[in-house]
């Protein structure tokens, strides 16, 4: 490596440094250096980064200590999406809280929705959900903490990433969000998410809208014993059995990712061949 390279290395490890003093800003100065290094630059990177001291912390717990603090959120924000420099994603507090629990607080206090992509950043660093994470989810079940269709957007968003434990499924699940709340739906009887009067209008608009994932919805109708429920809502006006009978004559190619992530997040499904 040239004196140049480290030159650049080290003006960045000292801008880093700054930014954390005041990151207020969502932008530094050369921030996108790292991602621009090789392996033997990425190695002094964080062999002359000490992020522990610049954070007053033991290394390890850098990412659970500035994600508490929300006037570090910038700082603890780009520390996840920046993957090039070495932060321990897996560790525990005094507290026993996680980095997941700790970044999902950020999350359900944000006005933000898109700060849910950091999971999938925290999963590429590593992650491996823990048995506290599920707890502090039930928790918030349990305790009432979830008050309104947003709050329970949020949650379910969370769920998910506890239950895929992967970046590129829990990508697929939020892509298909909608198809996935008319599973719940179905597994549930009753609305979720949607603003029908019952699973009627849930079922009509997937069969009619989600094409792509119709075999699945309509053998989850089946698993989940809805069939008798949905053919006696539909007597009067047949419009569900027409749907049906309409996408089987023009049936598209069947997303197959999409069905993978089902049957993980709705184990029932496994029944399915």
Same mark, same amino acid.
């Given at each position: 490596?040239?004196?140049?390279?480290?030159?650049?290395?080290? $003006?960045? %490890?000292? !801008?880093?440094?700054?930014?954390? /003093?005041?990151?207020?800003?969502?932008?530094?100065?050369?921030? $996108?250096?790292?991602?621009?290094?090789?392996?033997?630059?990425?190695?002094?990177?964080?062999?002359?980064? $000490?992020?522990? !001291?610049?954070?007053?912390? !033991?290394? @390890?717990?850098?990412?659970?200590? +500035?994600?508490?603090?929300?006037? *570090?959120?910038?700082?603890?924000?780009?520390?996840?999406?920046? &993957? !090039?420099?070495?932060?321990?994603?897996?560790?525990?507090?005094?507290?026993?809280?996680?980095?997941? %629990?700790?970044?999902?607080?950020?999350?359900?206090?944000?006005?933000?929705?898109?700060?849910?992509?950091?999971?999938?950043?925290?999963?590429? @660093?590593?992650? &491996?959900?823990?048995?506290?994470?599920?707890?502090?989810?039930?928790?918030?079940?349990?305790?009432?903490? %979830?008050?309104?269709?947003?709050?329970?957007? @949020?949650? +379910?968003?969370?769920?998910?990433?506890?239950?895929?434990?992967?970046?590129?499924?829990?990508?697929?699940?939020?892509?298909?969000?909608?198809?996935?709340?008319?599973?719940?739906?179905?597994?549930?009887? &009753?609305?979720?998410?949607?603003?029908?009067?019952?699973?009627?209008?849930?079922?009509?608009?997937?069969? /009619?809208?989600? @094409?792509?994932?119709?075999?699945?919805?309509?053998?989850?109708?089946?698993?989940? &014993?809805?069939?008798?429920?949905?053919?006696?809502?539909?007597? *009067?006006?047949?419009?569900?059995?027409?749907?049906? +009978?309409?996408?089987?004559?023009?049936?598209?190619? /069947? $997303?197959?990712?999409?069905?993978?992530?089902?049957? %993980?997040?709705?184990?029932?499904?496994?029944?399915?061949?």
């Amino acid at each position: 490596m040239d004196l140049w390279r480290k030159e650049q290395i080290n $003006n960045f %490890i000292i !801008e880093l440094s700054k930014y954390y /003093q005041d990151c207020t800003s969502t932008y530094f100065e050369n921030q $996108n250096l790292p991602t621009k290094l090789n392996k033997e630059e990425v190695k002094y990177l964080n062999e002359n980064l $000490n992020l522990g !001291e610049i954070i007053g912390v !033991e290394k @390890r717990l850098v990412l659970n200590t +500035i994600l508490k603090n929300k006037s *570090k959120n910038n700082f603890a924000f780009y520390l996840l999406r920046t &993957k !090039e420099i070495d932060c321990d994603a897996n560790s525990f507090d005094q507290n026993k809280s996680t980095v997941f %629990i700790e970044l999902a607080h950020r999350y359900l206090e944000a006005e933000n929705f898109l700060l849910i992509d950091l999971f999938k950043d925290l999963f590429k @660093r590593g992650y &491996k959900v823990k048995k506290e994470d599920d707890k502090f989810l039930e928790d918030l079940y349990i305790n009432k903490k %979830i008050k309104n269709s947003s709050d329970f957007d @949020r949650w +379910i968003n969370l769920r998910f990433a506890v239950k895929l434990q992967n970046a590129q499924m829990f990508e697929v699940a939020l892509f298909n969000k909608r198809e996935f709340y008319t599973l719940l739906s179905i597994s549930k009887g &009753k609305p979720y998410y949607f603003n029908y009067p019952n699973l009627l209008g849930v079922v009509i608009n997937a069969i /009619q809208n989600y @094409r792509e994932n119709g075999d699945l919805i309509l053998k989850a109708i089946e698993v989940y &014993k809805q069939t008798a429920k949905i053919q006696q809502l539909d007597l *009067k006006n047949g419009t569900f059995r027409r749907k049906v +009978i309409e996408y089987m004559q023009n049936k598209p190619m /069947q $997303n197959e990712k999409f069905s993978e992530v089902a049957k %993980i997040l709705f184990p029932e499904l496994e029944k399915i061949v």
